[in-house]
């Protein structure tokens, strides 16, 4: 139980696009669900923290307006990356909260050309 | 606000041989601790987590972390070390009410055969 997935596992995107990422808890409903960034060799940072049906709150230095995230429902919330730049590589996971504990999604990495 | 410190970038040990890797936290309130590994272009993978009783855990694939509370640490142990124990290995705290899991900057293991 508690699987976390996340859609797509890797994707390569020209610069000044936009991406969509999907995180889905599979088998429980999750009101809270968090995004983490990784940069090579690096810890997680967190990113946001997204409550179904309401705005997420992001971490002090994370653009809301790049990186847009909706928790349209108790098992899905999605992070877009608005016209992406080659720095916004990196390795994104999001995780989702139940019971007091922290399941992880297995990570998209995310290229910009 | 909570942190975690992994003093140590990058830990080699002698397969066979006990290991052990640091971890170090500062919460208010009571701790509730983690451990995670994460292979190359993988999420994370949860090994054990402290959250009341017994100060040594017992988790995963033979890992075991000791919660002391007066030097604040919660190091990573294993009796004998694997090969296929090599990884990245991040330690994670939050307090007790709804905050997200704040992660150390990782330790990287090495196991030597």
């Known amino acids: 139980g508690a699987v976390v997935s996340q859609h797509p596992s890797w994707v390569i995107c020209k610069s000044g696009t936009s991406v969509k990422i999907e995180c889905r808890s599979l088998?429980?409903?999750?009101?809270?669900m968090f995004w983490y960034r990784q940069f090579p060799k690096q810890s997680l940072m967190l990113m946001a923290t997204?409550?179904?049906?309401?705005?997420?709150?992001?971490e002090q230095g994370v653009e809301k307006d790049k990186f847009l995230i909706n928790h349209a429902s108790l098992t899905l919330s999605t992070l877009t990356v608005t016209s992406a730049h080659p720095e916004d590589s990196s390795f994104y996971i999001c995780?989702?909260?139940?019971?007091?504990?922290?399941?992880f999604g297995p990570g998209t990495r995310l290229t910009v050309t | 606000a909570q942190s975690v410190a992994q003093p140590e970038d990058q830990v080699n040990v002698a397969e066979g041989n006990p290991l052990t890797v640091k971890c170090t936290y500062s919460?208010?309130?009571?701790?509730?601790l983690f451990w995670y590994v994460q292979y190359p272009n993988r999420g994370l993978q949860f090994l054990l987590k402290?959250?009341?009783?017994?100060?040594l855990v017992k988790g995963s694939y033979g890992f075991e972390a000791e919660f002391n509370k007066s030097q604040t640490s919660f190091h990573l142990k294993k009796p004998s070390a694997l090969v296929s124990d090599s990884a990245l290995y991040f330690c994670?705290?939050?307090?007790?009410?709804?905050?997200?899991?704040?992660f150390g900057k990782g330790t990287r293991l090495s196991v030597i055969a």
């Open positions: 088998d429980f409903q999750a009101t809270t």
């Open positions: 995780s989702a909260r139940t019971g007091g504990e922290q399941y």
């Open positions: 997204s409550n179904e049906g309401s705005k997420a709150t992001y």
């Open positions: 919460v208010s309130g009571n701790p509730y």
């Open positions: 402290y959250i009341t009783g017994d100060n």
């Open positions: 994670a705290v939050r307090d007790s009410g709804n905050t997200p899991l704040v």
